[in-house]
Nanobody, 121 residues
Framework: QVQLQESGPGLAKPSQTLSLTCTVS??????????SGWIRQPPGKGLEWMGV???????DYSPSLKSRTSIYRNTSKNHFTLQLSSVTPEDTALYYC?????????????WGRGTQVTVSS
């Protein structure tokens, strides 16, 4: 059974770089042909796809966030990390990591429980 767990600071200050890590158990993040991705949900708004890193290390990002987003992985620790730079209060959201079976179609088979991030001075 695959499980994902998000971790990271619950609070960030404007202009800082936010780093969130998703630790995966039950399968390797390098298993073909899955991808590991991040989405978020700001308060009172819908889900926003942020980006993915594929089983072979290829990344793809939301065009609206691409300039501020980076996703990388540590295969020895079986986790992947989201970095979001120059955060503002608009980045306040519940952040989720997930495993995608067909990320280009938005198909995911499991998710973490989510972690709340608040951006405030």
């Amino acid at each position: 059974q695959v499980q994902l767990q998000e971790s990271g600071p619950g609070l960030a200050k404007p202009s800082q770089t936010l780093s969130l890590t998703c630790t995966v158990s039950g399968d390797s993040i390098t298993t073909a042909y899955f991808a590991s991705g991040w989405i978020r949900q700001p308060p009172g708004k819908g889900l926003e796809w942020m980006g993915v890193i594929t089983y072979d290390g290829i990344t793809d990002y939301s065009p609206s966030l691409k300039s501020r987003t980076s996703i990388y992985r540590n295969t020895s620790k079986n986790h992947f990390t989201l970095q979001l730079s120059s955060v503002t209060p608009e980045d306040t959201a519940l952040y989720y990591c997930g495993r995608a079976t067909a990320w280009w179609r938005g198909e995911y088979d499991c998710w973490g429980r989510g972690t709340q991030v608040t951006v405030s001075s």
